[in-house]
């Protein structure tokens, strides 16, 4: 009989005696427990951390049942069973300190029926988290297991709310601190979240954790790999197009292999639709929130190198837009560059899916309006090579921005490349030549390519610089391989804040 597809489910146990397509990552976590300790690992929400937790519980606890056929069954001492104790924040919502605190209070004494530790009210949470962890090292005679999922999760469901979130904050930082002082107690911890909050700020005095986040050998701890995908579901691809397949979902990486969103591919797989599955059910609502409440002049952030520096640099303190857009999955790693000792990350949409949804959103936030309309009428004269109507929904839409919002001369391009991208055609943002960097190209089906320059000019300065700087740099040579080239100069008057200029030529 057919596995049945494991959509939403997250309990390594369910999924086994469910009939559950299982993709086994017990390799990965043989070797993570073998190797160390302390982990902490950070992935965008539903790439399955849960289900990485879960199993691991069911490991330490010795189910040996529910791991026959796989990579860790027969390399396992089944005779050495552990306790454990699982927080999962996952599930839970709070508003402020005192719902965490009970959340807290909830788990010790939930967990403590099960080890026979009676929670004291005269001592603090930490207090009674502590001596749990005792109790059950003196009943069972074993160092226990710690597996933390979505730690961060309080914090990030409040994040606009500073004052709030910063007692938030203290509660976990006081919390997890307990955990420093109990290490001969402990035989394994695993913490893993959405965002990556400095060791000072959250996890103070928690040296030895280990960030696997960008560790190679651990890549694909979580997510599917495309020949995982052809070998686990290859009942499931029946005539179905992978390389469709791969353009909307596929793109992810931790620097070992390109990797697919489970709950997208899933999903896709039942429904033979193409939609934003990921982006609309796990949409990460504290980035937008802190977009609406900081002033953050969005950068062109794809297509740009970072350093890992910049990629943890996450606190309530300094919020990086780079690192936080990384880590929730609007952004990945494209390709790594070694600068003398350092490594350098580019970074861009992982998928099809990500690069349409998020520019969308992003052409509301710029605009206050999805402009539905205008995405899908951009989109008919992009493929029918109507360039006259390209221009005119470009200028309809510009018109439609608010003065205010175009006080920063950055915002002509940010919106233009945000109403572009949302069509979902591939676009590359300063496309790099051998004589200079085209603006934005747009690839339409290895046949049309449009070449576009932009220029922001002052009311004096002479029209017609953005077309004649794509035709003396050549950039169209770079996609002579197409069947049909058209080069686009757009020019932007900084004083009127409309567009000025629009002229184009068909090269062949």
Known sequence: MMKKLPIGISDFKELIQGNYIYVDKTKYIYELIKQGKYYFLSRPRRFG?????????????????????????????????YPVIRIDFAKTQVKNEKELQMELKATI???????????????????????????????????????????????????????????????????????????????????????????????????????????????????????????????YLQDLNLDEIKEWYNGYYFLQDTLYNPFDILLYLKNKVFKNYWYETGKTEFLFKLLKTKN???????????????????????????????????????????????????????????????????????????HTDRIYNLKIAIINEEIEKIKEQIEIFINSISYNILKNEYVYQAAIYGLIYSTGFNIIIEDNTSKGRIDLTILVNRSIVYIIEFKVIEKEEKKGKALKQIEEKEYYKKYLDYQKIYIIGIELNKTKKQIVNFEYRKIK
Request: charged share 30%; glycine share 4%.
């Open 49 to 81: 951390k849960s289900l990485l937790i879960s199993t691991i519980r069911y490991l330490f606890e010795g189910k040996k049942k529910l791991f026959k056929e796989l990579y860790i069954y027969d390399k396992w001492n089944w005779e050495e069973i």
């Open 109 to 235: 004494i939930e967990t403590g029926r099960i080890y026979g530790y009676e929670y004291n009210q005269e001592y603090t949470i930490n207090r009674n988290f502590e001596l749990l962890v005792k109790r059950i090292y003196d009943e069972r005679k074993k160092q226990i297991v710690i597996l933390i999922d979505e730690y961060d999760k309080p914090i990030l469901d409040n994040i606009e709310k500073k004052e709030g979130v910063e007692m938030i904050r203290e509660v976990l930082k006081g919390f997890y601190s307990v955990l420093k002082g109990l290490d001969e107690y402990i035989k394994f911890v695993l913490i893993t979240g959405v965002s990556k909050f400095s060791k000072v700020s959250l996890f103070s005095g928690l040296n030895q954790l280990e960030d696997i986040s960008l560790n190679k050998e651990f890549g694909n701890i979580c997510g599917y790999t495309q020949d995982e995908i052809e070998f686990y579901f290859k009942d």
């Open 296 to 370: 953050y002049e969005l950068p062109y952030l794809n297509k740009l190198y970072y350093t890992s520096d910049i990629l943890d640099k996450f606190d309530l303190e300094y919020i990086s837009i780079e690192a936080l857009m990384f880590q929730t999955g609007y952004l990945t790693i494209k390709e790594v560059k070694q600068i003398q000792s350092e490594e350098m990350y580019l970074l861009d949409y992982p998928n099809k899916e990500v690069r349409q949804s998020f520019n969308k959103d992003l052409v509301f936030y710029i605009t206050k309006s999805y």
